[in-house]
């Protein structure tokens, strides 16, 4: 099975270097020295990890044969691909696989259709569920313990448990100065009554 691990951005000073977006939890596995990755567009690989490397919080890639910044540059954009065993787990079990989660089935807590997840956003801070609603539009799920309370791999669903308004837009939203005003407005219409 083939999996997108990583998006490669633009180059990095002028030795070959190329910053790479990280689809991936394991990028030490996926992406360390010697992984042969296959590529979209596949005319562009496959491509041969040499180095890695952090630099502020960013993963940088060299590719053999990549040896200054216009080669590099050439590569930008380009989806890096691995090739993964369909059965492979990863090691710890509340951790999950692109493709394990694609195309669930999403049902809140008390058994409502949500939609389906159509795409997995890795951002820096979290891990987003793209879902599509039955009626086409897509709604956000943030991946942490307190949305998401159940994967259940083999009824190939997620269920959730989502604040007001994250998935329902009808939702009410009181500010504070609301608060203050209709206590306000109390006030004056329990003085109004004993005059």
């Known amino acids: 099975m083939q999996l997108v691990v990583a998006r490669v951005g633009r180059a990095h000073g002028i030795k070959g270097e190329v910053t790479v977006e990280v689809r991936t939890d394991e990028p030490e596995l996926r992406l360390g020295p010697g992984a042969v990755l296959l590529t979209d567009p596949a005319s562009a690989g496959p491509l041969t990890i040499e180095t890695g490397r952090v630099h502020s919080g960013r993963l940088l890639l060299r590719f053999a044969g990549v040896r200054d910044r216009n080669a590099a540059e050439a590569l930008r954009n380009i989806l890096l691909i691995a090739e993964v065993d369909p059965d492979q787990q990863p090691e710890d079990p509340d951790e999950y696989y692109d493709h394990q989660l694609m195309d669930l089935d999403v049902v ?44 259940d791999l083999e009824e ?23 608060t203050e005003n209709a206590s306000a407005k109390d006030d ?3 003085s109004g009554a004993d005059a």
Request: hydrophobic share 35%.
């Open 188 to 190: 004056e219409d329990s």
């Open 156 to 178: 190939q669903r997620a269920v959730i448990d989502p604040p007001p308004g994250l998935i329902d837009e009808r939702a009410e939203i009181v500010s504070s100065r609301d």
């Open 108 to 151: 809140t807590k008390d058994g409502v259709e949500v939609g389906r997840i159509t795409e997995i956003s890795h951002l820096p801070s979290q891990d987003l569920f793209v879902v599509e609603r039955p009626d086409g539009s897509e709604v956000m799920i943030p991946f942490v313990e307190e949305i998401v309370t159940e994967i």
